[in-house]
């Protein structure tokens, strides 16, 4: 399954004009392959998140997350999608103070009515995926920005989505922790096949991705294979 956009533009009002935050934007990242997409603030990388996960239409263009075709469903039927084939690692994790680790990763099961007993399986295993097997009863004031970025990971794949969009992840990171963070993105998008888009303004971790894009004034201005 892959995510491909074609086409793409988004534009918003502006006074009496409108402002291109899109402009003719063709992407396609393949099952098992990680796309980051580089470019200053006010590039477009958030729109190009939004016009992906369908929380945004765009004027003009297509958008298929695995195999579906977006621009056409209903508010409800988008909705669907998002909870059973997206997941997005959002840049600050946003955890509820309250929940343990383990519980903050069953969430996303229970919006989809997967029994308690099942989630909680699933969701333990996922923190083991992400290194932290022995921090599952743990709140959020109990772990480091990195752990917390992991557990923001694990989150957003407890539904097993087809397509993860990653927003800034290592923004609040030292370098130490943010290379980490990254690794551990590439290595759970081959074992998971996942189609990864990963936005960032910081040039030095892309290196590592399949494929770099920039993107500038609102288009991808260049791109290669970095791996």
Do not use: C, W
Request: aromatic share 0%; proline share 5%; net charge neutral.
């Amino acid at each position: 399954m892959t995510l491909t956009l074609t086409d793409v533009t988004l534009t918003y009002p502006d006074g009496d004009a409108r402002l291109t935050a899109l402009d003719r934007v063709s992407l396609e990242v393949p099952a098992g392959t990680l796309t980051a997409v580089v470019g200053p603030s006010g590039s477009g990388k958030s729109s190009l998140l939004a016009v992906a996960a369908t929380l945004v239409a765009p004027d003009r263009g297509r958008v298929v997350v695995a195999g579906t075709e977006t621009t056409g469903l209903s508010r409800a039927e988008q909705a669907a999608l998002r909870r059973e084939r997206i997941g997005v690692v959002f840049q600050q994790p946003n955890l509820l103070p309250s929940l343990t680790a383990v519980e903050q990763v069953q969430v996303m099961a229970h919006l989809s009515g997967i029994r308690p007993r099942a989630a909680r399986g699933r969701a333990e295993e996922l923190l083991d995926a992400v290194g932290l097997s022995g921090q599952a009863d743990r709140r959020p004031h109990q772990l480091s920005g990195g752990q917390r970025q992991r557990v923001n990971i694990a989150r957003a794949l407890m539904n097993e989505p087809a397509v993860l969009l990653v927003d800034e992840p290592t923004s609040a990171l030292d370098h130490e922790r943010g290379a980490a963070v990254l690794g551990l993105l590439l290595a759970l998008t081959r074992e998971r096949a996942t189609a990864t888009v990963l936005v960032t303004h910081d040039r030095t971790h892309p290196d590592r991705a399949d494929t770099t894009v920039t993107m500038e004034d609102g288009r991808l201005t260049a791109g290669g294979r970095t791996a």
